[in-house]
């Protein structure tokens, strides 16, 4: 499987930005599939998962009310809406494809693609 994901850019706190990530090569909807983000300087860190269906979002604590991760399955395509962006939300934003059930460990994740970058500015 392969991932394209785009849709990062700069812009300023309180703002808004969707990245989108493109997947080809599989059977995308027998994926689970997620959002990972890494700042400068710091790790690698879970931002939001969705089940196969689409019916089961999970969110890390930081952005729970302010992201939405959404699927449209017939065009391989997963989404990020950030909302009400904060400084500290700065990172290379990448998607995953996750054959198995665990959605927070970054290691269980298959494909990756390449990160796009986010900056809010303060």
């Given at each position: 499987?392969?991932?394209?994901?785009?849709?990062?850019?700069?812009?300023q706190?309180?703002?808004?930005?969707?990245?989108?990530?493109?997947?080809?090569?599989?059977?995308?909807?027998?994926?689970?599939?997620?959002?990972?983000?890494?700042?400068?300087?710091?790790?690698?860190?879970?931002?939001?998962?969705?089940?196969?269906?689409?019916?089961?979002?999970?969110?890390?604590?930081?952005?729970?009310?302010?992201?939405?991760?959404?699927?449209?399955?017939?065009?391989?395509?997963?989404?990020?809406?950030?909302?009400?962006?904060?400084?500290?939300?700065?990172?290379?934003?990448?998607?995953?494809?996750?054959?198995?059930?665990?959605?927070?460990?970054?290691?269980?994740?298959?494909?990756?693609g390449?990160?796009?970058?986010?900056?809010?500015?303060?």
């Amino acid at each position: 499987v392969q991932l394209q994901a785009s849709g990062g850019g700069l812009v300023q706190a309180g703002g808004s930005l969707r990245l989108s990530c493109s997947a080809s090569g599989g059977t995308f909807r027998n994926y689970a599939v997620a959002w990972f983000r890494q700042a400068p300087g710091k790790e690698r860190e879970f931002v939001a998962a969705l089940s196969r269906s689409g019916s089961y979002p999970s969110y890390s604590a930081s952005v729970k009310g302010r992201f939405t991760i959404s699927r449209n399955n017939a065009k391989n395509t997963v989404y990020l809406q950030m909302n009400s962006l904060k400084p500290e939300d700065t990172a290379v934003y990448y998607c995953a494809v996750n054959r198995g059930s665990d959605y927070y460990t970054a290691e269980k994740y298959n494909y990756w693609g390449q990160g796009t970058l986010v900056t809010v500015s303060s």
